[in-house]
């Protein structure tokens, strides 16, 4: 029988800047972004801030409402970083299969080890706390799904084993919501159904599952009653990337053209950017646009070849603002995506309608500028028309950007 593990660094952000502050550490904290650049959320916090009901998501406004004496302080993604690494290589002293889920949770497969799951869990548990300073809570079962709703069970600095004897016991009475990919609209969905608990949604009739929710409705049904048999990858192992994207809220509302066209320069930049670096090109642009009321959409459009060019990307970016946007309000908030991702050296097809030789200058002018930009920063080369509103266009995705969990599947 398979033997995994699924480590959680608690509150991870919060931890780890008060490591790097002692003053803090006896004091709720949070980790948030910056009120005056409009990204006011609360991002993590400590166990103390936690028992003043802060939520991760709430406006920081919100949050000192409910605690004055808050200590909100701003993000350091290199030194979470450091210590994510940190904690996989604890991790490699007892498994090679070892799969990142976020900077702060990994699952483990420790099957064949001479310990049990559970005393593997409580030295890693001990070794983390003693060598770095923070703490995990560890769920040990059978398998991936129930390992996850394990390091949840009991936090924090804790180790909950759900086993094949007893995790009807554990797992069944959970709230559905619990259960790993299901959102706010599936659990109002279930709702509706009559389902409420994990135990009722691994009960509910397969065939009515997959009437209201297509193939998702096998996988519910597989994760709630234990079945996931998906393995844990080899550390050696990284997904497939499917997308790359970057999304700003701005300083300010855009009003104009202008000012969208100098926010999708710099997320154009940063996506392409970094599509070059997986040696990857783009099949597909995407954009996100929400205005000053909060209303978003999305558009997308698959391109006639694939890219890597940061103008073609920007160009066709733009378009599709142009043909879906008709300025009734001032927009808060961009985005730019890349799809459908393809290898860089994959054949193209030639035509007569595109000047290669401009793309081929481009594509060299591009890689020149990632050199420069990666000796001397983001900043050291910029288009003039950036320099209209410095201010606005002065932020840089491509280092700033935060680094959500990958997807299971």
């Not at 030295?123 to 769920?139: A, D, H, P, Q, Y």
């Not at 961009?334 to 097809?349: D, R």
């Not at 995705?397 to 969990?405: A, D, R």
Request: proline share 4%.
């Amino acid at each position: 029988m398979r033997t995994i593990l699924h480590s959680d660094c608690n509150g991870f952000y919060a931890s780890v800047e008060c490591l790097y502050d002692p003053d803090i550490r006896d004091k709720p904290v949070a980790v948030g972004g910056d009120v005056d650049k409009r990204h006011g959320i609360i991002l993590a916090k400590n166990q103390i801030a936690k028992a003043y009901h802060i939520q991760t998501g709430e406006a920081i406004w919100q949050a000192r409402e409910k605690c004055p004496h808050l200590v909100v302080v701003p993000p350091h993604y290199d030194r979470y970083l450091r210590f994510s690494r940190l904690c996989r290589r604890i991790y490699s002293d007892y498994t090679d299969r070892i799969e990142n889920f976020g900077l702060d949770e990994a699952w483990l497969d420790v099957s064949g080890n001479d310990a049990d799951g559970e005393e593997i869990a409580n030295e890693i548990r001990e070794r983390i706390k003693e060598e770095l300073g923070i703490t995990v809570s560890v769920g040990v079962s059978f398998n991936k799904i129930f390992a996850k709703l394990g390091s949840d069970y009991k936090k924090p600095d804790a180790v909950t084993v759900i086993s094949k004897e007893n995790y009807r016991d554990v797992v069944w009475p959970l709230p559905v919501g619990d259960l790993l990919y299901v959102g706010r609209s599936t659990k109002k969905k279930l709702n509706r159904l009559g389902v409420y608990t994990i135990g009722e949604l691994a009960a509910f009739p397969l065939s009515l599952l997959r009437e209201n929710f297509g193939k998702w409705g096998d996988i519910l049904y597989t994760f709630s009653n234990g079945y996931d048999n998906a393995p844990v990858m080899h550390a050696d192992e990284s997904t497939a990337i499917k997308s790359i994207g970057n999304s700003t809220t701005t300083i300010r509302d855009l009003e104009n053209d202008e000012d969208v066209k100098m926010i999708f320069m710099v997320l154009c930049d940063s996506v392409c950017r970094r599509l070059r670096e997986q040696g990857a090109k783009a099949r597909l642009v995407a954009i996100s646009v929400r205005d000053r009321e909060l209303y978003s959409f999305t558009r997308q459009k698959k391109l006639s070849t694939a890219t890597d060019i940061t103008e073609e990307v920007f160009e066709e970016a733009m378009a599709l603002f142009r043909a879906n946007y008709g300025w009734q309000k001032g927009i808060r908030s961009l985005g730019v995506s890349v799809g459908e991702l393809v290898p860089v050296n994959s054949p193209i097809q030639m035509t007569l309608l595109r000047d290669e030789r401009k793309r081929e200058r481009m594509e060299r002018l591009d890689r020149s500028l990632d050199g420069l930009k990666r000796r001397f920063g983001s900043f050291c080369v910029r288009p003039a028309t950036l320099m209209k509103d410095p201010v606005l266009s002065g932020f840089s995705p491509k280092e700033e950007h935060v680094i959500h969990p990958v997807g299971y599947f």
